[in-house]
């Protein structure tokens, strides 16, 4: 198993769709993330999950949910999505919560097209 | 607010070059990590090296080394002898005052040719 597993790899859904992406992490992290990475934007902090409690929504959008059922397990909902919401979204995790601690450690990333 | 600059869009080695990536930071925090990731075209992004703001000597992970000046506000990797799969793009980025969170730069990225 690899550290961070995102599912799926790439995802097409029209404006009106709901879906769900999944992350898990296999390092026994109790800190996940959810980024954003746009085309020539820098990497955009989302969400932070800190045992599974959320401690950083970083203005994102009420259409895009997260969800951290425990500290392996993290999910974005996605309902009535824009085109401009095309992107990598890439869920990270860490330990202790503090990148000063731990590095990130990255999914592969789910390629989200809007339609 | 924190505030990383990369400058080069894209670079070009060849093949058992030295290439130097440039990073610049901005920040009022007195302490703070700096990280170079490589971002491969499958989209993982990989953990390269870290530089902690107290440290005072440059880190070194195998063929990266992150020059790091601060008074000059920039944190530089190094790559020496390249190789083909260091193709991908390179990203650096900082902690916040809480270390929870980490500010990228846009990226630059790095062909490497025969």
């Known amino acids: 198993e690899t550290g961070v597993t995102q599912t799926p790899r790439h995802l097409v859904m029209g404006m009106t769709n709901k879906k769900s992406l999944k992350c898990e992490q296999h390092?026994?992290?109790?800190?996940m993330y959810w980024y954003k990475q746009s085309a020539k934007k820098p990497l955009e902090l989302m969400f932070v999950y800190n045992f599974k409690e959320q401690t950083e929504n970083n203005s994102v959008p009420s259409r895009f949910s997260p969800e951290c059922p425990n500290s392996s397990h993290l999910f974005l909902h996605l309902h009535t999505l824009q085109p401009e919401d095309s992107a990598l979204y890439l869920c990270?995790?860490?330990?202790?919560?503090?990148?000063?601690?731990?590095?990130?450690?990255f999914g592969n990333g789910t390629r989200l097209t809007v339609t | 607010a924190q505030k990383i600059t990369q400058t080069q869009p894209g670079m070009f080695v060849q093949e058992k070059e030295a290439v130097t990536l440039d990073c610049t930071y901005d920040?009022?925090?007195?302490?703070?990590?700096l990280f170079w990731y490589k971002q491969p075209s499958s989209g993982e992004m990989i953990f390269l090296i870290y530089q902690g703001s107290y440290d005072e000597q440059n880190a070194t992970e195998g063929r990266y080394s992150l020059n790091f000046q601060k008074a000059r506000k920039s944190a530089n990797l190094v790559i020496s002898a390249s190789q083909l799969g260091d193709s991908a793009m390179y990203f650096c980025a900082m902690t916040d005052s809480g270390y929870s969170t980490l500010t990228f730069g846009k990226g630059t990225m790095l062909l490497v040719s025969p």
């Open positions: 390092l026994g992290h109790n800190a």
């Open positions: 990270a995790s860490s330990q202790e919560g503090g990148v000063y601690n731990s590095p990130l450690h």
């Open positions: 920040t009022s925090d007195q302490s703070y990590g």
